[in-house]
C-alpha cells in the first residue's frame, strides 16, 4: 500500500462500447487493415486506463525530469506518424525496469528504467519505440486482447467482476505491464525508435547500446536482474546490430553530422532518484509487512507470495487456491464499512462478529460470493472472510477468499493473519531510508570496481552498480568523468 488512494474501479468500456470493426489506414505502413476501434475510440481507452495505471503503481515527482522528458516527447510527437495525436508521457513509481504505451497516446517509463539508462540519447530510444508501438496502431490489438483476460485472477480461480476492483492486480500485476508483442511488431517499433529519435537530433546508436544492456541483465537474472522490458518486449533477433545498422542509415539520410547524447546533462537530472524498492511506502522483513509513514504491520503467512500497490497489498499461496487482500475503506465507522464493502462486492453475508485486534476495534465476516460463468451458465461459489480494523483515522480492510471447499484449509491461516495487525513504534522499522541513485565525478584516474568502492558501494552490490554504468568493474575511468553509485 504505496500511498493513500482508495480503490479505483475497474472500468470495463472497451467490453460494451470499444468493439467497432473498422478498415482504416495504418498511419506508418499506409496499408489498409482490420481496425478494432476508431481513433477517438482509443483515445478514450486511453483515458479511461490511465487512472487506473497511476493507482496500481502510483507516480513518481521528479518535476524537473518529467518537463524534459515531456517536452521532449512532444516534440517527437510532431514528427511521428500521428502528428495530430496527443501523447502524454508519465513516470512511475516502481523499481522495475519497463516503459510500455497505452493506445491514444500514453507512455509510461518506470523509475526503474530511468535510472538504468545512462543518456538522453537511450531515453529517447526508448521513448520513441514506445511511441511507435502507438503510431503504428500495435497496442490496439495487444489491448483488445488483454482486456478480455483480464479478471482471470490467480489462475482463474476468481472470476467476479465485482470483486476485481480489489484483486484485479493479485500477484501478477496489473496486466498492462505484461502485454506482449509480436517480433514483428518489435522489429517496427525499434525501426520507429530509431527514425524518430533520429529525426530529434539524439543519436540512435545508443539506443542500441541500451538493449545490449537489457541482455545483460537478462544473463544476470539469477543474480537479481530483473529484464522485465524483455519480458514484454521480445527481442526480434539481432536487435543491437539491426538497430545500429538503421541508425547509420538514418543519420546518412539526414545527414546533419549532428546527433546529441548528452550524457552527463542526463546523469545530472537522475541524480537522487529512489532506486530499487521505496520502504517509506511499505515494506517487507521476512513475512511481516511494515509501513512506516501510517504506522502498521500484519504478518502473512509463510511461503505466500505478495504484492504492495498504492491501493492494495495482495498475498497468495503459489497453488492459487487462495487470495488476501489488504486495502483501505472510505468509511468513518466499523458497520458502514461492512455494510458498504459487501454490497460493492456483491456478497451475502453468512456470520458477522465484533471483536478487537492488538486492542483495537474490529468487526469481521464471514460472506458468500456466487459466480456465473458467462459461457456455460454453470454457477461457483467463493467464502470471502473478511476483516474491518479502526485505526484512527483509517478503517483498514482484509478480505481472504477460497473456493468454498477450500475455505475451511485456509480459514485458519488467514484469520491468524489478520490478527497480527498492529500499531507500529518500533523506531528502526519506522525511520528506513530508501536507498537513492547518486552520481559522483571520479576523484583520479582508476578502475570503475576501485571507483565506486571509494563512494561506500557495498562488495555485494558493485556487479549490478557497475552494469547500471554499463560498464566492467574493471573498465578504467578518468578523473572528472561523472558515474552512478548507490547510498542514502
Not at 506508418?28 to 476501434?37: A, E, H, N, S, Y
Request: charged share 15%; proline share 4%.
Amino acid at each position: 500500500m504505496k500511498k493513500l488512494i482508495m480503490p479505483v474501479k475497474l472500468t470495463l468500456l472497451f467490453l460494451t462500447t470499444l468493439i467497432v470493426f473498422s478498415c482504416a489506414v495504418n498511419p506508418v505502413t499506409g496499408k489498409r487493415q482490420i481496425m478494432l476501434m476508431s481513433e477517438e475510440q482509443e483515445v478514450q481507452m486511453g483515458l479511461a486506463y490511465d487512472p487506473q495505471v497511476v493507482a496500481t503503481f502510483g507516480e513518481y515527482r521528479s518535476d524537473n525530469l518529467l518537463n524534459f522528458i515531456s517536452a521532449k516527447t512532444k516534440e517527437m510527437g510532431t514528427i511521428s506518424h500521428r502528428p495530430n495525436l496527443q501523447y502524454h508521457i508519465k513516470i512511475l513509481d516502481s523499481p522495475v525496469v519497463n516503459a510500455f504505451a497505452v493506445p491514444g497516446g500514453y507512455i509510461y517509463l518506470t523509475r526503474g528504467i530511468l535510472a538504468q539508462l545512462n543518456n538522453e540519447a537511450e531515453l529517447m530510444g526508448v521513448v520513441g519505440h514506445e511511441m511507435g508501438h502507438i503510431t503504428a496502431r500495435h497496442s490496439v490489438s495487444q489491448q483488445t486482447k488483454q482486456q478480455l483476460g483480464q479478471l482471470l485472477l490467480i489462475g482463474g480461480m476468481i472470476a467476479s467482476q465485482k470483486f476485481a476492483q480489489y484483486a484485479e492486480n493479485a500477484l501478477q500485476g496489473m496486466q498492462l505491464l505484461f502485454l506482449k508483442f509480436s517480433r514483428d511488431d518489435e522489429r517496427q517499433a525499434d525501426a520507429l525508435g530509431v527514425e524518430y529519435s533520429s529525426k530529434i537530433n539524439y543519436d540512435a546508436h545508443k539506443m542500441a547500446d541500451f538493449f545490449q544492456v537489457l541482455n545483460k541483465m537478462s544473463m544476470a537474472e539469477s543474480q537479481g536482474g530483473v529484464p522485465t522490458f524483455l519480458s514484454t518486449h521480445p527481442d526480434p533477433g539481432d536487435r543491437y546490430n539491426s538497430v545500429n545498422q538503421l541508425s547509420t542509415e538514418w543519420q546518412t539520410k539526414l545527414g546533419t553530422g549532428d546527433f546529441k547524447v548528452n550524457q552527463d546533462s542526463y546523469l545530472q537530472m537522475i541524480d537522487g532518484i529512489i532506486y530499487g524498492e521505496d520502504p517509506r511506502q511499505g515494506y517487507v522483513e521476512g513475512n511481516t509487512f511494515y509501513h512506516p509513514e501510517m504506522k502498521f504491520r500484519f504478518t502473512y503467512p509463510a511461503g505466500w507470495k505478495y504484492e504492495n500497490t498504492p491501493t492494495q497489498v495482495n498475498m497468495g499461496p503459489e497453488d492459487g487456491k487462495a487470495l488476501m487482500v489488504f486495502t483501505l475503506s472510505p468509511q468513518k465507522s466499523l458497520q458502514s464499512a461492512a455494510d458498504t464493502t459487501l454490497a460493492q462486492l456483491g456478497l451475502t453475508l453468512l456470520e458477522t462478529k465484533n471483536t478487537t485486534i492488538n486492542g483495537l476495534q474490529a468487526k469481521a465476516t464471514v460472506s458468500r460470493q456466487v459466480n456465473q460463468d458467462q459461457s456455460t451458465g454453470q454457477q461457483s461459489s467463493n467464502l470471502v472472510l473478511t476483516c474491518f480494523i479502526q485505526y484512527s483515522p483509517y478503517i483498514y480492510v482484509f478480505h481472504g477468499v477460497t473456493a468454498e471447499a477450500d475455505f475451511n484449509a485456509y480459514f485458519n491461516m488467514m484469520e491468524s493473519s489478520m490478527k497480527t495487525f498492529a500499531k507500529l513504534t518500533d523506531p528502526s522499522k519506522i525511520n528506513v531510508k530508501p536507498t537513492k541513485l547518486l552520481v559522483r565525478r571520479v576523484q583520479r584516474t582508476t578502475t570503475l570496481g576501485n571507483a565506486l568502492a571509494s563512494y561506500n558501494v557495498p562488495q555485494a552490490k558493485l556487479q549490478e552498480v557497475a552494469l547500471l554504468n554499463n560498464m566492467d568493474l574493471t573498465s578504467s575511468v578518468q578523473t572528472g568523468k561523472i558515474i552512478k553509485v548507490i547510498g542514502q
